[in-house]
C-alpha cells in the first residue's frame, strides 16, 4: 500500500526535528524529549518510523552512551554526560528507563521495524571486541569469522567502498545491543585517560616528575563509581529478565530434541534473541581482548586460525566497573545451573571437542560431524565457562602492579559467586526486581521452581565436575596472585584467599569429591583403588582437554609473578606435596601474611590475626593435618636457594640489599614497577638477555671442563721485533690478551657462581633524574662558560 506523500513528508521533518532536539542534557528537558519520542513512534507505522531510525536514532544512541552530537564511529568521547550515566535521583531517569525498557515503545517499535527489514546499520569496526577487530583487519581472517563465532553470522558484510574489506551490518535490535554492550568498555577506557595517579606520600619523591608523563608512568583509577544500582545495571537487569529466559531455553525451540535435528532457522524468535544477548555481552565483556578467543579444537575442525599471540601485547587490567556487570550477567545465568545439574547429573561434563563455539551455538551446515554436547541448551553454564575461565584467568596472571586492588577485587567476586551456584536464587535480585518493577508495570513472575539449598549437596556434583578447573587449577593460579599482591593490602587479600578456602572446605562432599577427582586425575591407570574412584576416571580426558584449551596461549606468553610459569597446560597441582603444591604455597602464604600483619600493627589487628586463625582451621580441614607444618629446610641456611621466595617479593630494586639479589631469569622479567621507566626497562632486559647468551652465561659450567691452560707459541726469531711500529703493536697485543684474559676469567667466574648481566636497575626514574640532572647541570654550565667569554 503507498502512503500519502503528506504522511512521508511529516514523519521525516518530524525526525529531523527530534535529532535536534536530542541535544539536551538538562533533567527537565531529557524528560521531555524522551516523551516527545514516545508520542512520535506510537502515532506513526513502522514504515513511516524508519525516517526516526534512520536521522533521529544514531543521534539518541550518542547521547546515551556518550553524551556528545557527533558520530560515535569517529571518537570515543568520555561517557560523563551521557543519558545512561543521570542521577538515579533525577527525574530524567526514569524517563530514560521507560523510554528504553524492554517494554517501552521503542523496542516495541524496532521489533516492527526490524520484521520488516526496514533499516540497516553498520556498525563500526573500531568498537568491537578486540579479537573481533584483529580479526577484521585482513582478509583471510574475516572471512571464517561468520562461521566460528556465532554473534557474527550473517553480519558480515564485503564493503563496496574498500576492496577485500568486511564491516558488520546489524539491524535496530542489533545496532542497539552491541552499543549497549560496548558502554561499559569504553566508560573504562575515557576512564583510564583521565584517571591520576595514587600518592602515596606527600613528601617530595624523585619519581614524581614523571607523573604527568603517560609514556614514564603508569596511571591508576580513582574515578570508581558504583554502579550497582545505576541505570545501566536496571537496564541490564530488565534485558536479562526479559530476553533470556533462566529456567528452560528448550520450552522455546521444540525441535531441537527432535530426531529430526532441524537447523537453527527452525527455532523461534525468542530463542534466536536469547542467543544473540548472551553471546554479544560474552564477547564484549569476556573475551574481548583475549589472544585465544575460540576453542582449539574449533578452530582446527574449520581449519582457521587467529595470530593473534604475535600481536596482543600488553594485557590491560580489567575495565573499572565491569567487574559488576559481569557478576549481575553470571549470577542470572547461573540461575539455570540447577535444572542442568539434576537433569544430567554427573553427565554434564562435555569435552570441548563437543562444544562447536565459545559461544554454544553450531552452523548448522558445517558441524553435522560434530556431536551435540549433552543437554546443549537446558543451561548457560556451557556457553560461559571458557570465556569466563580466561576473563578471571587473565586478571590473575597480566594484573599490574601499582593499580587500584578494587577491579581484581570485582573479578573475584565474580569467581566466587560461579563457583557457588547453589547459593543463588531470585532473592539475590529482589533489590532491582523492586527498583525495575516500580518504574514499570510487569506482570512477569519468576520461576518458583528454581530454589537453592544455600550449601551443597550431591546433586551439583556433575557442575563441580564440568567446571573442575574452577575449583583446582584456577585455585593455584590466584594462590600466585595473593603471593604477588600481598603487599598492597594484605587485609583485603587475606580475606580474599580466606573466601577461596572456605568454599573448598564448606562441605565434607565437596572436598572429597575435589580431592577424589584430582586423585584419579594423577593416576597412571583405571581399575585400581576404590569404586568411587573409578567411576570418576571418565571425567579425567575431558578435563585434560578442558586444561589445554581453556588455558591455551599461556604458555607461550611472560605472565610474571606466576609460579606456574613451567606447568602450564601440564598438570594439576593442587592437592600436590612437592614445593608447588597447594598447601606448601598456602603455608607460605599463612607466614607471610603474620610477617605483614604484624609488621603494620593497626586497630584492625586482632580481627585480622582471627582471619588468619580462621584461615589455618580451613586449610587443616582441606589438607588435613596441621596449617603450618615443619618444613623440610631450614629458611636461614637455604633462604635464598629457592627461586619462587625471590618471585613472590615485591618487585623493587630498593627493597633488597645487593648481597641479597640474584638473577634467577624470571627475575629480570617481573612486571613493570612504579619506580621504572618501562620502555626502558624492557630495552635493557632485551640486551642483557643478549649478552648473557653472547656470553654463555645462561649455561652452567661443566665440572669436567680441562684446567690446561692455553698458551700461544711465540716466534724464537728476535729480528721480527724492531722498530717502534712493532713494539707498539707487540705492547697493544699484550695489553688486548691480558684484558681478554681478565674477561674470560671474570666471566668464567660469573657462570660459575651462576650470575648474570641484568641492566635492568639502570631503568630506574632515580638514576634517569641523577642522569638527567647532570646532563642539564653540565648544558648549563657550557652555556654559562660561553656568555662569560663574549
Not at 690446561?708 to 712493532?726: A, L, R
Request: proline residues 5%; neutral net charge; aromatic residues 10%.
Amino acid at each position: 500500500m503507498m502512503l500519502p506523500h503528506s504522511f512521508t513528508v511529516d514523519s521525516h521533518s518530524k525526525s529531523e526535528d527530534l535529532a535536534a532536539a536530542i541535544h539536551a542534557s538538562s533533567p527537565s528537558q531529557i524528560s521531555s524529549i524522551c516523551a516527545s519520542i514516545e508520542s512520535f513512534l506510537l502515532s506513526h507505522s513502522p514504515d513511516q518510523s524508519r525516517h526516526f531510525f534512520s536521522l533521529a536514532f544514531p543521534t539518541l544512541i550518542c547521547k546515551l552512551f556518550f553524551g556528545l552530537p557527533p558520530d560515535p564511529s569517529k571518537s570515543c568521547p568520555p561517557p560523563s554526560s551521557a543519558w545512561i550515566d543521570t542521577n538515579a535521583n533525577d527525574s530524567a531517569s526514569n524517563a530514560i528507563f521507560s523510554l528504553l525498557s524492554p517494554s517501552g515503545v521503542l523496542l516495541r517499535s524496532i521489533s516492527a521495524v526490524d520484521r520488516l527489514s526496514l533499516v540497516k546499520y553498520v556498525f563500526p569496526v573500531e568498537r568491537l571486541p578486540h579479537w573481533a577487530r584483529l580479526a577484521l583487519s585482513t582478509s583471510n581472517d574475516a572471512r571464517p569469522l561468520s562461521d566460528v563465532c556465532h554473534l557474527f553470522s550473517g553480519k558480515l558484510k564485503e564493503d563496496p567502498t574498500k576492496p577485500s574489506a568486511h564491516h558488520v551490518q546489524l539491524n535496530v535490535f542489533e545496532y542497539y545491543l552491541f552499543w549497549f554492550a560496548y558502554f561499559p568498555v569504553c566508560k573504562s577506557n575515557s576512564d583510564n585517560v583521565d584517571s591520576v595517579s595514587i600518592k602515596r606520600a606527600r613528601k617530595f619523591r624523585l619519581e614524581n616528575w614523571t607523573s604527568s608523563i603517560p609514556g614514564l608512568s603508569n596511571s591508576k583509577r580513582v574515578n570508581e563509581q558504583r554502579i550497582e544500582c545505576s541505570l545501566y545495571i536496571r537496564l541490564l537487569y530488565a534485558y536479562l529478565r526479559e530476553f533470556v529466559p533462566s529456567h528452560d531455553l528448550n520450552v522455546h525451540q521444540p525441535y531441537r530434541s527432535s530426531l529430526l535435528h532441524y537447523a537453527s532457522e527452525y527455532d523461534g524468535s525468542v530463542t534466536m534473541r536469547a542467543e544473540l544477548v548472551v553471546n554479544a555481552f560474552i564477547h564484549f565483556w569476556l573475551v574481548d581482548n583475549d589472544f585465544s578467543p575460540l576453542p582449539v579444537n574449533v578452530l582446527k575442525s574449520f581449519g582457521v586460525s587467529f595470530p593473534f599471540r604475535s600481536v596482543s601485547g600488553d594485557i590491560p587490567p580489567p575495565s573499572s566497573g565491569l567487574g559488576n556487570v559481569v557478576k549481575l550477567f553470571v549470577k542470572y545465568l547461573s540461575l539455570s545451573s540447577g535444572t542442568f545439574s539434576e537433569e544430567s547429573g554427573g553427565e554434564c561434563c562435555a569435552s570441548p571437542r563437543r562444544r562447536v563455539s565459545n559461544s554454544g551455538s553450531f552452523d548448522a551446515v558445517k558441524s553435522r560431524d560434530v556431536p551435540a554436547p549433552v543437554h546443549p541448551s537446558r543451561s548457560w553454564n556451557a556457553w560461559i565457562q571458557r570465556p569466563l575461565y580466561r576473563f578471571i584467568l587473565r586478571t590473575f596472571l597480566f594484573y599490574p602492579l601499582g593499580t587500584s586492588i578494587k577491579n581484581a577485587s570485582e573479578v573475584f567476586d565474580v569467581w566466587i559467586s560461579y563457583m557457588e551456584p547453589w547459593s543463588i536464587s531470585w532473592d539475590d535480585f529482589a533489590e532491582l526486581k523492586a527498583v525495575v518493577d516500580s518504574s514499570i508495570k510487569s506482570d512477569r513472575k519468576e520461576n518458583s521452581q528454581n530454589l537453592r539449598e544455600y550449601e551443597y549437596n550431591p546433586v551439583w556434583q556433575g557442575y563441580v565436575l564440568s567446571n573442575y578447573l574452577y575449583y583446582s587449577s584456577l585455585v593455584m593460579h590466584f594462590i600466585g596472585f595473593a603471593h604477588k599482591f600481598l603487599h598492597t593490602d594484605v587485609e583485603i587479600i587475606v580475606r580474599m584467599v580466606s573466601k577461596v578456602i572456605n568454599i573448598l572446605a564448606s562441605s565434607k562432599e565437596l572436598a572429597d569429591l575435589i580431592k577424589n577427582m584430582d586423585t584419579v586425575f594423577h593416576l597412571k591407570q583405571a581399575g585400581s583403588g576404590k569404586s568411587v574412584l573409578n567411576s570418576l576416571y571418565r571425567f579425567v580426558p575431558s578435563i585434560r582437554e578442558q586444561l589445554q584449551d581453556w588455558e591455551d596461549g599461556l604458555c607461550e606468553s611472560d605472565a610474571d609473578g606466576s609460579f606456574l610459569h613451567e606447568n602450564w597446560n601440564k598438570d594439576l597441582r593442587l592437592f600436590c606435596d612437592g614445593e608447588d603444591g597447594g598447601q606448601h604455597l598456602l603455608q607460605l602464604f599463612i607466614l607471610r601474611a603474620e610477617a605483614e600483619l604484624q609488621a603494620i600493627s593497626g586497630d584492625n589487628l586482632a580481627d585480622n590475626l582471627k582471619c588468619i586463625d580462621s584461615l589455618k582451621e580451613r586449610v587443616s580441614c582441606l589438607f588435613g593435618g596441621h596449617a603450618i607444618r615443619t618444613l623440610s629446610f631450614s629458611p636461614e641456611a637455604n633462604r635464598y636457594s629457592n627461586s619462587r621466595d625471590d618471585k613472590f617479593k615485591p618487585r623493587r630494586v630498593g627493597n633488597h640489599a645487593l648481597s641479597e639479589i640474584k638473577y634467577k631469569g624470571d627475575w629480570m622479567k617481573r612486571p613493570i614497577s612504579d619506580d621504572e621507566v618501562a620502555w626502558l626497562a624492557k630495552l635493557l632486559v632485551r640486551f642483557s638477555a643478549w649478552l648473557n647468551d653472547s656470553l654463555g652465561l645462561n649455561q652452567a659450567v661443566s665440572s669436567q671442563e680441562s684446567s690446561v691452560w692455553s698458551y700461544v707459541e711465540v716466534s724464537s726469531d728476535v729480528g721480527n721485533v724492531c722498530g717502534p711500529t712493532e713494539t707498539m703493536k707487540t705492547v697493544v697485543c699484550a695489553i688486548g690478551s691480558r684484558l681478554l684474559v681478565l674477561g674470560s676469567s671474570v666471566v668464567s667466574l660469573m657462570r660459575k657462581h651462576g650470575l648474570r648481566v641484568n641492566l635492568r636497575m639502570l631503568a630506574s626514574k632515580k638514576i634517569m633524574m641523577v642522569l638527567l640532572l647532570c646532563a642539564v647541570f653540565s648544558t648549563l654550565k657550557k652555556v654559562f662558560g660561553l656568555s662569560h667569554r663574549v
